[in-house]
Nanobody
Framework: QVQLVESGGGLVQAGGSLRLSCAAS????????MGWFRQAPGKEREFVAA????????YVVNSMKGRFTISRDNAKNTVYLEMNSLKPEDTAVYYC????????????WGQGTQVTVSS
């Protein structure tokens, strides 16, 4: 089992920055992929970014490239999502998730952290 706990959300003005953290515990294996998703009110959950636990390779969806950065600290078992130049449309609950590299879907999820961007 893997436990994921997000933190770092909050209220920020448009143009501001936040760094979300995802602390992982339990049976974390080097072949895990760690991802960030978000879900805005009335919308479906959408994928934001992912990183490989083993080699640190990263991927950020095109619409958020240049503003969002994903990284991980293996020593702390923590994954980060750095968000800059935030916009009101970034308002959502942000979730951390984990899966093994051979799976299509993520099978471990955190409880989410609220990010609200005011205009």
């Amino acid at each position: 089992q893997v436990q994921l706990v997000e933190s770092g959300g909050g209220l920020v003005q448009a143009g501001g920055s936040l760094r979300l953290s995802c602390a992982a515990s339990g049976r974390i294996f080097s072949n895990y992929i760690m991802g960030w998703f978000r879900q805005a009110p009335g919308k479906e959950r959408e994928f934001v970014a992912a990183t490989s636990w083993s080699d640190g390779s990263t991927y950020v969806v095109n619409s958020m490239k240049g503003r969002f950065t994903i990284s991980r600290d293996n020593a702390k078992n923590t994954v980060y999502l750095e968000m800059n130049s935030l916009k009101p449309e970034d308002t959502a609950v942000y979730y951390c998730a984990a899966k093994t590299a051979n799976l299509v879907t993520y099978n471990y999820w955190g409880q989410g952290t609220q990010v609200t961007v005011s205009s």
